[in-house]
T-cell receptor, first 114, second 114 residues
Framework: AQTVTQSQPEMSVQEAETVTLSCTYD???????LFWYKQPPSRQMILVIR??????QNATENRFSVNFQKAAKSFSLKISDSQLGDAAMYFC???????????FGAGTQVVVTP | DTEVTQTPKHLVMGMTNKKSLKCEQH?????MYWYKQKAKKPPELMFV???????INESVPSRFSPECPNSSLLNLHLHALQPEDSALYLC?????????????FGEGSWLTVV
């Protein structure tokens, strides 16, 4: 079975500090895609960052970066210089199949304190 | 602003009603999705239309039926729903060509069944 696992229900970080969210996955596929989505209280699902499994270089988007360890099946998200607007639920997700079905982890709630 | 538009934003319906949720995208994407999300849970895939073919999550009850009039529109027909069907319904789309599999979400339709 293909799974995505987030083991941190909640993470707290102070403004301007850095926080890292963990994600592991399990698949026998060699070609797949990994994503981090952010869902603020408005419940809008916002793409944060994406990573193709065949690319060794870690993706970055401004203050957001990933540490992709393919052999370990790990895909963590680092948020640098945290801002109050970063407070949200963060979902790790993956596409493992040819239909493009997105499979989600349980989510990690990020709390940002002033 | 999202380029996936969902209407209505909020819907309250009785258990004997028939209603529809509508979704539209103008990005030329070839795949569209319906997800259901309960509070504090990740989204669960209900249906995928990809290149005019339908894939169904077999756990979805028949009181939900999708319709894809063309590649830009996706409807979700609702009939004889139960209170436990109250949730946020998210529509999404994806290009699904040239290795581009990123899924973009609409703002969601809040459904309450009374």
């Amino acid at each position: 079975a293909q799974t995505v696992t987030q083991s941190q229900p909640e993470m707290s970080v102070q403004e301007a500090e850095t926080v890292t969210l963990s994600c592991t996955y399990d698949t026998s596929e060699s070609d797949y895609y990994l994503f981090w989505y952010k869902q603020p209280p408005s419940r809008q699902m916002i793409l944060v960052i994406r990573q193709e499994a065949y690319k060794q270089q870690n993706a970055t988007e401004n203050r957001f970066s990933v540490n992709f360890q393919k052999a370990a099946k790990s895909f963590s998200l680092k948020i640098s210089d945290s801002q109050l607007g970063d407070a949200a639920m963060y979902f790790c997700a993956s596409i493992f199949d040819s239909w493009g079905k997105l499979q989600f982890g349980a989510g990690t709630q990020v709390v940002v304190t002033p | 602003d999202t380029e996936v538009t969902q209407t209505p934003k909020h819907l309250v319906m009785g258990m004997t009603n028939k209603k529809s949720l509508k979704c539209e995208q103008h990005m030329g994407h070839r795949a569209m999705y319906w997800y259901k999300q309960k509070a504090k849970k990740p989204p669960e895939l209900m249906f995928v239309y990809s290149y005019e073919k339908l894939s169904i999550n077999e756990s979805v009850p028949s009181r939900f039926s999708p319709e894809c009039p063309n590649s830009s529109l996706l409807n979700l027909h609702l009939h004889a729903l139960q209170p436990e069907d109250s949730a946020l319904y998210l529509c999404a789309s994806s290009q699904r060509t040239g290795g581009e599999n990123t899924i973009y979400f609409g703002e969601g339709s809040w459904l309450t069944v009374v």
